[in-house]
């Protein structure tokens, strides 16, 4: 696998490069020029996507946990900040973040939307957004994952027009993924790529089943 460090100074070498060369060099397919360098031709000509993962059923940050796996083994630069979840609380996917050497950040306070401290909470929303500006305005990372930043938009902790507009901005071939409940229309509208998880059965509503290690923490 590719490091972070060498994938970075791989991408500061071809920058220089023109972009009907790269587009060669991409036609030419991973097999041929090797995964490390069709990756980063790819990252350079701009293919990043805007994804949603929304919808009422499990799975939204589960999805956005695989494709942080998938990048992570293309040696791709993948962070993931959690809006809702809080730094004092430790789930699998920290833990297994740590091991493959991925940024997970907790910017939260715990199931926020439950407390009545919304002045708190709106003010954790407004610094983690901030972080968040400021990792996307310097390119730190290809894949870059905002978990739960919807609920942020739901509950006007954020002014939805600006987020919309710095996701937009993102460096040429940097990936974003939202994921969280009630995706506004107009995110819908600006995404690539999204999808609703629907609940068809689940295990605490159907068997009072709680939440369990591995599968939701």
């Not at 970075?8 to 360098?37: M, V």
């Amino acid at each position: 696998m590719l490091s972070a460090s060498s994938g970075l100074r791989l991408r500061n070498t071809l920058s220089s490069h023109s972009a009907q060369d790269l587009l060669f060099t991409k036609q030419r397919g991973a097999h041929r020029i090797g995964e490390p360098l069709f990756v980063a031709v790819q990252h350079l000509l701009g293919d990043g996507l805007l994804i949603v993962n929304t919808g009422n059923g499990k799975g939204k940050t589960t999805a956005a946990l695989g494709l942080l796996l998938r990048a992570t083994g293309r040696g791709m630069r993948v962070g993931m900040f959690q809006f809702i979840k809080s730094a004092a609380t430790r789930y699998g996917e920290h833990i297994a973040a740590e091991r493959l050497g991925v940024e997970i950040i907790p910017l939260g306070d715990g199931f926020t939307w439950l407390t009545d401290n919304i002045v708190e909470d709106q003010a954790l929303a407004e610094q983690g957004w901030m972080r968040v500006k400021e990792t996307l305005a310097a390119g730190t990372y290809d894949v870059l994952i905002l978990d739960e930043l919807t609920y942020c938009l739901t509950y006007r902790w954020l002014d939805e027009h600006e987020v919309i507009t710095a996701l937009q901005a993102r460096p040429i071939g940097t990936h974003v993924v939202v994921t969280g409940r009630d995706a506004s229309p107009a995110l819908i509208e600006a995404a690539d790529l999204v999808t609703e998880m629907r609940v068809i059965k689940h295990p605490y509503r159907e068997q009072g089943i709680a939440a369990q290690p591995g599968i939701e923490l």
